[in-house]
């Protein structure tokens, strides 16, 4: 790994150790479609309880940031490109189900880096 890759993961690396706060809008499970050459992002509603931590809107369970959850999606958003799905989230969704803009950029980051894994056949893996 050249030096400026290096100092570019380190940087990410610590941010994303950073807290963040979750978006009572929802969230996002991005994930490709090789199959069908589409970048797919389904989208999940919850609430924010009043320990910041997202829970299930139906049932008041929290929902585990890392394992399996067995929820139906809102909605699923796909697109060729990271644009594509990128407007049908943000500009032809009224209301958006995104509400912070720090989730909005990390759903342009995650979208583009889904997208350059399809362009060039490597796995994707959400962050």
Same mark, same amino acid.
């Given at each position: 790994?050249?030096? +400026?890759? &290096?100092? #570019? +993961?380190?940087?990410?690396? &610590?941010?994303?150790?950073? %807290? ?7 969230? /996002? #499970? ?5 199959? =069908?050459?589409? #970048? @797919? *992002? ?15 809107p139906e ?5 585990? *940031? ?7 999606? %809102? +909605?699923?958003f796909t697109?060729?490109? =990271?644009?594509?799905? @990128?407007?049908?989230? /943000?500009?032809? +969704? ?10 909005? =950029?990390?759903?342009?980051? %995650?979208?583009?880096? *889904? %997208? ?5 056949? &490597?796995?994707?893996? &959400?962050?």
């Amino acid at each position: 790994m050249n030096p +400026t890759a &290096q100092t #570019i +993961t380190k940087i990410d690396e &610590q941010l994303s150790k950073r %807290e963040i706060e979750l978006d009572p809008g929802g969230y /996002f #499970i991005i994930y490709l479609d090789r199959e =069908a050459k589409l #970048i @797919c *992002a389904k989208h999940y509603t919850n609430v924010i309880n009043d320990r910041g931590l997202a829970v299930d809107p139906e049932t008041g369970e929290v929902i585990p *940031a890392r394992g399996k959850v067995n929820r139906t999606a %809102e +909605t699923l958003f796909t697109g060729k490109t =990271a644009k594509e799905v @990128c407007v049908k989230i /943000f500009e032809q +969704t009224h209301p958006s189900p995104v509400t912070l803009l720090d989730h909005a =950029a990390y759903l342009g980051r %995650e979208l583009v880096r *889904a %997208e350059m894994a399809l362009i060039h056949a &490597q796995e994707y893996v &959400q962050d």
